[in-house]
Structure formats: C-alpha cells, structure tokens
C-alpha cells in the first residue's frame, strides 16, 4: 500500500480526511500511484493531471522523502520508504502570484 497526502482541497473533493492509501497494480511509479488514486476516487479525474495527456496540471507538485518529484519522468521508481509506506507520496498544491 501506498500512503498519498492530498492537499486540503482534493481531500473535500475526496470525501476523505488525512492520508490515503493505495494499492499498485505494476511498478511502484508516479504514474501507478495515480492511477490507482484516479480509480479510487474517480472525482479527482483531470485535477491532479490532465485526463488526456496524462501531464501533471502546472500547479500540482509531487514530493516524497523531502525530494522534489515533480519533474521526474512519471515511469521512474518511487523511493524505497514510499513503497516500503514509512513515507508518503505527497501532492501538493503550488502557489503563484505576487
């Protein structure tokens, strides 16, 4: 099982409160993880990453063990402790403006 931290917002969309878990059909990746996440909880299709292209939204950022995921390839392994679940796959919600 994979532990996912949502922001605050994904979780009211959600109808969940605190962490999430997820089970992986293949490879522990961003992109497993998110599948998995969509299929869950399909109200959350098209908020995390568009539902076409498959591409994280310019505002979400992905972070695990204190690494910026974000820009990873979404095929690429999650570190150990996500997939051990000592440590959580977080989304987080970036912020703009001035």
Do not use: W
């Amino acid at each position: 099982m994979i532990r996912v931290v949502l922001p605050a917002h994904l979780k009211n969309l959600a109808h969940v409160s605190g962490e999430v878990r997820v089970e992986v059909a293949g490879p522990p990746t961003q992109r497993e993880v998110l599948d998995a996440l969509e299929t869950a909880y399909p109200m959350l299709l098209g908020t995390i990453r568009d539902r076409h292209s498959g591409e994280r939204r310019a505002f979400v950022r992905f972070y695990a063990c204190e690494l910026d995921l974000s820009n990873e390839s979404p095929d690429s392994p999650l570190p150990e402790e996500v997939v051990a679940g000592k440590e959580p796959f977080i989304v987080l919600g970036a912020m703009a403006g001035g």
